[in-house]
């Protein structure tokens, strides 16, 4: 048994398809398919039910694929140790975030690592909070900006800071003319939300009272596209306070909310992660931000 085995077993195992794992192992699909085979023939097992168009993982495969992605995590720890003595800066950082995070922080944080000099270089991803979970734990990111609660196994967490929640109205809205809208006042008015799987949309229903709605208006794909929506005035939204400065201009309006909901946002990544230098620099960096509307976590 190789690690370039283990490697196709799992990459079959998450494609669920031999020409796809194929493609990504940089193989000929026969070259999978006799290794795979040879594999279950040495294990006396078989892991996967072969079918027309798929693959499906057997009960037994189940445990031994689970066990395989432990050992291939190893051994790129190990691989890793070893280049200890290497510049840890050669390889970008691996540095996913939430879509309601991203666009809001991304742009700052190049800028102070340009005028920093660091030698940090970042590879950046947006998705969904379920999904960068996922890739950092199968070392596909090497850290991720989640919001609380987040606390999957293997996974150190480093709180970074609290942001509260704003309003956004139409210049219009009667509300405009208040320095501050009451949150309980959300109930009686439509709120547009996030689609599902959003994280901040779960977040806004955790914290907050809202109203529906309004009658056939679909979810929201992104912050801009609810901004154009609440421009339109279709109805209101709430934006996390860093997301203000991009949003905000001379067609909708923004007012914090009493009490003011909020979130804390955290820099997620593997405890035996070994690039220890380059992740230091990361956290150095995402601390010395200053996010409007923000409260930085004491360090």
């Known amino acids: 048994?190789?690690?370039?085995?283990?490697?196709?077993?799992?990459?079959?195992?998450?494609?669920?398809?031999?020409?796809?794992?194929?493609?990504?192992?940089?193989?000929?699909?026969?070259?999978?398919?006799?290794?795979?085979?040879?594999?279950?023939?040495?294990?006396?097992?078989?892991?996967?039910?072969?079918?027309?168009?798929?693959?499906?993982?057997?009960?037994?495969?189940?445990?031994?694929?689970?066990?395989?992605?432990?050992?291939?995590?190893?051994?790129?720890?190990?691989?890793?140790?070893?280049?200890?003595?290497?510049?840890?800066?050669?390889?970008?950082?691996?540095?996913?975030?939430?879509?309601?995070?991203?666009?809001?922080?991304?742009?700052?944080?190049?800028?102070?690592?340009?005028?920093?000099?660091?030698?940090?270089?970042?590879?950046?991803?947006?998705?969904?909070?379920?999904?960068?979970?996922?890739?950092?734990?199968?070392?596909?990111?090497?850290?991720?900006?989640?919001?609380?609660?987040?606390?999957?196994?293997?996974?150190?967490?480093?709180?970074?800071?609290?942001?509260?929640f704003r309003l956004l109205l139409p210049q219009d809205h009667d509300w405009v003319a208040r320095s501050e809208v009451p949150a309980d006042a959300l109930g009686d008015s439509p709120v547009l939300m996030l689609g599902e799987g959003h994280c901040f949309r779960d977040q806004v229903l955790e914290t907050c009272s809202v109203g529906s709605a309004p009658s056939g208006t679909s979810p929201g794909s992104s912050l801009m596209t609810l901004r154009h929506m609440v421009a339109s005035g279709l109805g209101i939204t709430l934006i996390p306070a860093s997301a203000e400065p991009i949003l905000v201009n001379d067609e909708v309006a923004c007012r914090p909310l009493t009490p003011s909901p909020g979130r804390r946002i955290v820099l997620a990544s593997r405890h035996r992660f070994p690039r220890r230098q380059a992740l230091q620099a990361l956290t150095r960096a995402l601390q010395t931000l200053e996010l409007p509307g923000t409260v930085p976590m004491a360090r």
Do not use: W
């Open 1 to 164: 048994m190789t690690l370039t085995e283990l490697r196709y077993l799992v990459t079959l195992a998450q494609e669920r398809h031999f020409g796809r794992a194929a493609e990504r192992c940089h193989v000929a699909q026969p070259t999978l398919s006799v290794a795979i085979r040879k594999l279950e023939d040495s294990l006396g097992i078989i892991i996967f039910e072969r079918h027309r168009h798929g693959v499906l993982v057997t009960p037994a495969g189940e445990a031994l694929i689970a066990q395989a992605q432990v050992v291939l995590h190893e051994a790129e720890a190990l691989e890793r140790m070893a280049d200890q003595s290497r510049d840890e800066f050669a390889e970008p950082l691996r540095l996913g975030a939430i879509f309601t995070v991203g666009p809001y922080l991304f742009p700052g944080l190049i800028r102070h690592l340009k005028q920093e000099d660091s030698p940090l270089r970042l590879y950046l991803e947006e998705n969904y909070t379920h999904v960068l979970a996922e890739r950092l734990a199968h070392g596909e990111l090497d850290a991720i900006l989640v919001a609380l609660p987040f606390d999957p196994p293997e996974t150190r967490v480093t709180p970074l800071f609290d942001e509260p």
